[in-house]
């Protein structure tokens, strides 16, 4: 089983500061995927990485893929209310007609 | 961009009834379809994966006789929640993928939310 571990699982914080969300695997993925979720909807991905080592902007979102492919981390800066919400990340499972696997994700709350 | 619709947004039951969730690729064709289920503040479990023209192939753990699914057509695959009972409630979501293949995205529906009473 490709199993995605997340870190932290909670996360809260203020207005203007910095944060990090960890991905983690024992396995190798051809790539790894990050979604952000609202309550009550569905998920919505934010970013593909695919490549080892690579890095992707996305505003003030920095995607990692780590060198061996195993792992991969989100950076917010300046972080927002607007941010609050559960991130994921998810690599294709091989084993399930290449669904999904998700991590168990990482609730963040920007307070103003 | 493509788009996966589900039907209901959400719904509310009665023990021992059965309840239909609908998911609609509604401008392309998807020979796969994904069932994920979401119990509050959790992540995504994939319950199974649904293929046109076939049975669906359930992950460990879930039961194919409680959770029917049925994918009839390109467009549209159901999930069935058959005598459901409290501990069914949850937030279940739909996936297609818009190619064949394992590299095309995976679009999510907006999901659906069931309370059973």
């Known amino acids: 089983t490709q199993l995605l571990e997340q870190s932290p699982q909670f996360l809260s914080i203020q207005e203007g500061e910095n944060l990090t969300v960890y991905c983690n695997s024992s396995?190798?993925?051809?790539?790894l995927q990050w979604y952000r979720q609202e309550p009550g909807e569905g998920p919505v991905l934010l970013v593909t990485?695919?490549?080892?080592?690579e890095v992707k902007k996305l505003k003030r979102l920095t995607f990692q893929f780590g060198d061996a492919r195993k792992d991969s981390s989100l950076h917010i800066t300046a972080a927002q209310p607007g941010d609050t919400g559960l991130y994921l990340c998810a690599g294709l499972n091989s084993n399930s007609g290449y669904a999904l696997n998700f991590g168990k994700g990482t609730s963040l709350l920007v307070t103003p | 961009g493509a788009v996966v619709s589900q039907h209901p947004s959400w719904v509310i039951c009665k023990s021992g009834t059965s309840v239909k969730i609908e998911c609609r690729s509604l401008?392309?064709?998807?020979?796969?379809m994904f069932w994920y289920r979401q119990f509050p503040k959790q992540s995504l479990m994939l319950m199974a994966t649904?293929?046109?023209?076939?049975?669906?192939?359930?992950e460990q753990g879930v039961e194919k006789d409680k959770f029917l699914i049925n994918h009839a057509s390109l467009t549209l695959s159901t999930l069935t929640v058959t005598s459901a009972h409290p501990e069914d409630s949850s937030f279940y979501i739909c996936?297609?993928?818009?190619?064949?293949?394992?590299?095309?995205?995976?679009?999510f529906g907006e999901g659906s939310r069931l309370t059973v009473l």
């Open positions: 996936s297609a993928r818009l190619l064949q293949g394992t590299t095309g995205e995976l679009f």
């Open positions: 396995s190798v993925f051809s790539s």
């Open positions: 990485v695919v490549t080892g080592g």
């Open positions: 649904s293929n046109e023209g076939s049975k669906a192939t359930y």
């Open positions: 401008d392309f064709q998807a020979t796969t």
